[in-house]
């Protein structure tokens, strides 16, 4: 997984294999996947074997990033974070599917009651910046969540959300061949609002 993610950040350029051990992206991706491997290799032992490493990590803190994504949230491969020096914070209850792109500033929280229901977020689904899903929730595939959006209700797939709180404001196209949208063509698919809607929405 990790090796997918990191040349979703070089992106075909291969100058960024130099550049890319640098970015705070990288080291975000790097400390959620060695945590999540230890985790899934070494189960309830594995939280004791960070405490005696919690030394390393303390001098490495500088280098691997802004952000809480905890080894127990289960993110499937794909993982893009851009922007993330404005730091991201991610729920230890989200089960969250293939390329789930975040932009800084995103946050998965639950409430109180989040033992009480589903935590799923679905493939190709986009958080923009400032955004907060509230759990427990059910997001569905290829949703795109719209810039400072808190989404407390369910979303059904290929739908756009934006606001506070977050309702649907257009769909977003699909592919009539059943082609799985990517994280980043989110943002350049045909978004259809309905006009009437968007008039009455305050």
Same mark, same amino acid.
């Given at each position: 997984m990790l090796v997918v993610e990191t040349s979703m950040i070089v992106n075909g350029s291969w100058g960024r294999w130099i550049s890319c051990w640098f970015s705070d992206a990288f080291w975000i991706l790097m400390t959620y996947r060695l945590h999540r491997a230890g985790y899934l290799l070494f189960g309830k032992f594995w939280k004791a074997i960070r405490v005696v490493a919690a030394p390393a990590t303390f001098v490495l803190r500088p280098w691997i990033g802004r952000h809480e994504i905890p080894y127990e +949230? &289960?993110? &499937?491969? %794909?993982? @893009?974070?851009?922007?993330?020096?404005?730091?991201?914070?991610?729920? *230890?209850? +989200?089960?969250?599917? @293939? =390329?789930?792109?975040?932009?800084? %500033? %995103? %946050?998965?929280?639950? *409430?109180? =009651?989040?033992?009480?229901?589903?935590?799923?977020?679905?493939? =190709?689904v986009s958080l923009g910046m400032g955004a907060s899903i509230i759990g427990p929730i059910r997001i569905g595939s290829n949703v795109s969540i719209g810039a400072g959006a808190v989404v407390i209700h369910d979303v059904v797939d290929g739908k756009s959300v934006a606001g506070v709180p977050a309702r649907v404001i257009g769909s977003i196209e699909s592919g009539q061949d059943g082609h799985a949208f990517d994280a980043a063509d989110l943002y350049t698919l045909p978004l259809f609002v309905d006009q009437n809607d968007s008039r009455n929405w305050r």
């Amino acid at each position: 997984m990790l090796v997918v993610e990191t040349s979703m950040i070089v992106n075909g350029s291969w100058g960024r294999w130099i550049s890319c051990w640098f970015s705070d992206a990288f080291w975000i991706l790097m400390t959620y996947r060695l945590h999540r491997a230890g985790y899934l290799l070494f189960g309830k032992f594995w939280k004791a074997i960070r405490v005696v490493a919690a030394p390393a990590t303390f001098v490495l803190r500088p280098w691997i990033g802004r952000h809480e994504i905890p080894y127990e +949230a &289960d993110i &499937d491969v %794909g993982l @893009k974070v851009l922007h993330p020096s404005l730091g991201c914070v991610i729920s *230890r209850h +989200a089960v969250i599917g @293939k =390329n789930f792109l975040v932009v800084g %500033g %995103g %946050g998965i929280g639950t *409430r109180s =009651n989040a033992y009480d229901g589903v935590f799923a977020i679905g493939d =190709n689904v986009s958080l923009g910046m400032g955004a907060s899903i509230i759990g427990p929730i059910r997001i569905g595939s290829n949703v795109s969540i719209g810039a400072g959006a808190v989404v407390i209700h369910d979303v059904v797939d290929g739908k756009s959300v934006a606001g506070v709180p977050a309702r649907v404001i257009g769909s977003i196209e699909s592919g009539q061949d059943g082609h799985a949208f990517d994280a980043a063509d989110l943002y350049t698919l045909p978004l259809f609002v309905d006009q009437n809607d968007s008039r009455n929405w305050r």
